[in-house]
């Protein structure tokens, strides 16, 4: 009998470990999602405030040797379709990363809501508020087969910093944090999470959305503010993790 116990303990095990990646204060993460999301959301207003219309001559004024060297590669031809695949790809990089966070006890996936909440609404902030301030143009806005009325929208000065990028990398590493900590590192999870974030941050150059000094600096952004935010809330006194050839325990006193 107390060999069976002590089996289904093994099976149960790397369930209970679960509880103690994130230690979330309820209170103050509301107070942070909210003020983040009123910074995000005041952005709407002064966007339109800030960013004026380009004319005809001042977009015809625009030469491709002002941009920088590196970011040359970005003057693909527009392409609608590999623009729509950038979103498919990122549906697939936040789709893995909430399978990773998914947990089966309500308590645990609220935190791990929580947390992920704060990562994605931060970037975001950061993200639109730099597009606002920089208002750099994105590379189609070069392309003469592209129309003036596409080049004269707002958005098409919305280039620097990727948010598209920045979301991506956010998830990918918020959601493999998780399951390290968890499970240990994974090579195949790993390289699905940030495997399809680079797909998106790739995409986006390709159909001319992005320079890519936009999408790399999208992805430090996002990462880092992830990374952060995933550390700032590790519990930091009792920690488990469960490896395919390990179990470790520590406790910090």
Same mark, same amino acid.
């Given at each position: 009998?107390?060999?069976?116990? =002590?089996?289904?303990?093994?099976?149960?095990?790397?369930? #209970?470990?679960?509880?103690?990646?994130?230690?979330?204060?309820?209170?103050?993460?509301?107070?942070?999602?909210?003020?983040?999301?009123?910074?995000? #959301?005041?952005?709407?207003?002064?966007?339109?405030?800030?960013?004026?219309?380009?004319?005809?001559?001042?977009?015809?004024?625009?030469?491709?040797?002002?941009?920088?060297?590196?970011?040359? =590669?970005?003057?693909?031809?527009?392409?609608?379709?590999?623009?729509?695949?950038? &979103?498919?790809?990122?549906? =697939?990089?936040?789709?893995?990363?909430?399978?990773?966070?998914?947990?089966? &006890?309500?308590?645990?996936?609220?935190?791990?809501? *929580?947390?992920?909440?704060?990562?994605?609404?931060?970037?975001?902030?950061?993200?639109?508020?730099?597009?606002? *301030?920089?208002?750099?143009?994105?590379?189609?806005?070069?392309?003469?087969?592209?129309?003036?009325?596409?080049?004269?929208?707002?958005?098409?000065?919305?280039?620097?910093?990727?948010?598209?990028?920045?979301?991506?990398?956010?998830?990918?590493?918020?959601?493999?944090?998780?399951?390290?900590?968890?499970?240990?590192?994974?090579?195949?999870?790993?390289?699905?999470?940030?495997?399809?974030?680079?797909?998106?941050?790739?995409?986006?150059?390709?159909?001319?959305?992005?320079?890519?000094?936009?999408?790399?600096?999208?992805?430090?952004?996002?990462?880092?503010?992830?990374?952060?935010?995933?550390?700032?809330?590790?519990?930091?006194?009792?920690?488990?993790?469960?490896?395919?050839?390990?179990?470790?325990?520590?406790?910090?006193?």
């Amino acid at each position: 009998m107390k060999k069976v116990n =002590i089996f289904f303990l093994i099976l149960i095990f790397p369930l #209970l470990l679960n509880s103690y990646i994130f230690k979330v204060d309820k209170f103050e993460s509301l107070i942070f999602i909210s003020s983040a999301l009123a910074l995000d #959301l005041s952005n709407n207003y002064f966007d339109r405030q800030l960013i004026e219309t380009p004319t005809n001559l001042e977009l015809n004024a625009l030469n491709k040797d002002d941009v920088p060297f590196f970011d040359r =590669i970005g003057f693909q031809p527009y392409s609608a379709t590999l623009k729509d695949f950038s &979103d498919y790809s990122a549906y =697939i990089t936040i789709g893995s990363a909430f399978y990773c966070l998914y947990e089966s &006890d309500k308590k645990i996936l609220f935190n791990n809501l *929580l947390v992920f909440s704060e990562i994605m609404i931060a970037q975001s902030a950061i993200a639109k508020w730099t597009k606002t *301030l920089t208002h750099r143009y994105r590379p189609y806005v070069y392309d003469e087969d592209v129309s003036y009325d596409k080049k004269k929208q707002r958005n098409s000065q919305h280039s620097f910093f990727s948010m598209h990028s920045s979301t991506v990398f956010a998830a990918a590493t918020s959601g493999y944090y998780y399951y390290s900590n968890n499970y240990g590192h994974n090579i195949v999870m790993g390289s699905i999470l940030f495997g399809s974030a680079s797909a998106t941050a790739i995409l986006r150059v390709a159909s001319a959305q992005h320079f890519p000094s936009d999408v790399i600096v999208g992805a430090i952004v996002g990462s880092g503010i992830s990374y952060v935010i995933c550390k700032y809330h590790q519990n930091r006194k009792l920690k488990l993790s469960f490896g395919y050839d390990s179990v470790d325990v520590s406790y910090r006193f």
